[in-house]
């Protein structure tokens, strides 16, 4: 292997946190990775991981090296770039994970017009409502909720705020009294995500300070959608984004609850997230501009 695809195997291992998994990333073999790891050491003088049979981690020297390599190969990569950009457009493949949920009004209209003006890229597109992280599951770019990112490395930009509100249906404040107050919430049960997303609390503005009210659920999960279906099944209460809602809410299959009291995380963030390095491949600095611009413009579906 050529000393630099063997610095970039490198990187890619640090990353990711595995051997196995970087060589699939590059389309090597754990055999060849083993032997480019070996090769690299020999070349540098010094060992650079701790290996087990089920772990591994870095020495100091590897630490010290993973930084300078780093900057080298994002300096390789940007001469690259340039040079390939000059006289076309960006080109390859794009992979991008998005909320689910998030994404439905609006994901199609974006990939279609990001499709117009750069078709020489390919887009892989993930839905998905998980944690991810995205160097180690693959990914270029992603439109996620904060609660999405596995890791602090990422660079994140606002895309949009999403309101919240409180609803239930009739069939359920048939059985219960409706809330006239957020501390009455408290002998009411949620439909919710689960704590591990959002601790299990809806949180109210007044004039002095912001009171949070614990919530009781008995059916948690990670989608919003399902848990508007259970809302309409008659199960509780939810807290859920407007624009899910609304059409709910003006036919009468659900009710708004506490509409005079202001929910101090009115809104959910969207947000653009992407590997925080200063040297960008141009598919992905096209790919956030176009995104940016798009959202900047109301994200509306084209005619």
């Known amino acids: 292997m050529e000393y630099i695809e063997s610095l970039?195997?490198?990187r890619a291992i640090v990353e990711v946190k595995n051997f196995r998994r970087a060589g699939e990333m590059m389309d090597l073999s754990p055999s060849v990775v083993s032997r480019a790891i070996a090769s690299l050491e020999e070349r540098l003088g010094t060992r650079l991981f701790h290996r087990s049979t089920r772990q591994f981690s870095l020495t100091e020297a590897a630490e010290r090296f993973y930084n300078g390599c780093t900057r080298i190969l994002d300096d390789l990569d940007c001469l690259?770039?340039?040079?390939?950009?000059?006289?076309?457009?960006?080109?390859?493949v794009l992979r991008l994970v998005a909320h689910?949920?998030?994404a439905l009004t609006w994901l199609a209209p974006l990939i279609a017009s990001f499709k117009l003006k750069f078709?020489?890229?390919?887009?892989?597109?993930t839905l998905t409502e998980r944690p991810v992280d995205l160097t180690a599951d693959g990914y270029d770019v992603g439109i996620i909720m904060p609660f999405m990112l596995a890791t602090d490395l990422a660079v994140t930009r606002l895309l949009q705020r999403l309101p919240l509100v409180i609803v239930t249906t009739q069939a359920y404040l048939a059985r219960r009294p409706r809330p006239r107050h957020p501390a009455d919430l408290e002998d009411h049960v949620f439909v919710t995500v689960p704590p591990s997303m959002h601790k299990p609390f809806v949180t109210f503005r007044t004039e002095h300070e912001n009171v949070a009210v614990p919530i009781h659920y008995e059916i948690t999960s990670n989608n919003p959608i399902f848990n508007r279906d259970i809302v309409l099944q008659g199960f509780g209460i939810a807290l859920l984004p407007i624009t899910l809602v609304e059409h709910d809410i003006k036919?009468?299959?659900?009710?708004?609850l506490l509409e005079q009291f202001e929910v101090a995380d009115t809104a959910a963030e969207l947000?653009?997230?992407y590997m925080g390095r200063t040297l960008l491949p141009p598919k992905v600095?096209?790919?956030i501009d176009h995104t940016s611009q798009f959202f900047e413009g109301?994200?509306?579906?084209p005619p």
């Open 8 to 10: 970039r195997l490198f």
């Open 80 to 92: 690259e770039a340039d040079a390939a950009s000059q006289g076309r457009l960006p080109a390859g």
């Open 100 to 102: 689910t949920t998030a």
């Open 119 to 125: 078709p020489s890229i390919t887009v892989d597109a």
């Open 251 to 256: 036919a009468g299959r659900l009710i708004r």
């Open 271 to 273: 947000r653009l997230a």
């Open 285 to 287: 600095r096209a790919f």
């Open 298 to 301: 109301g994200a509306e579906t």
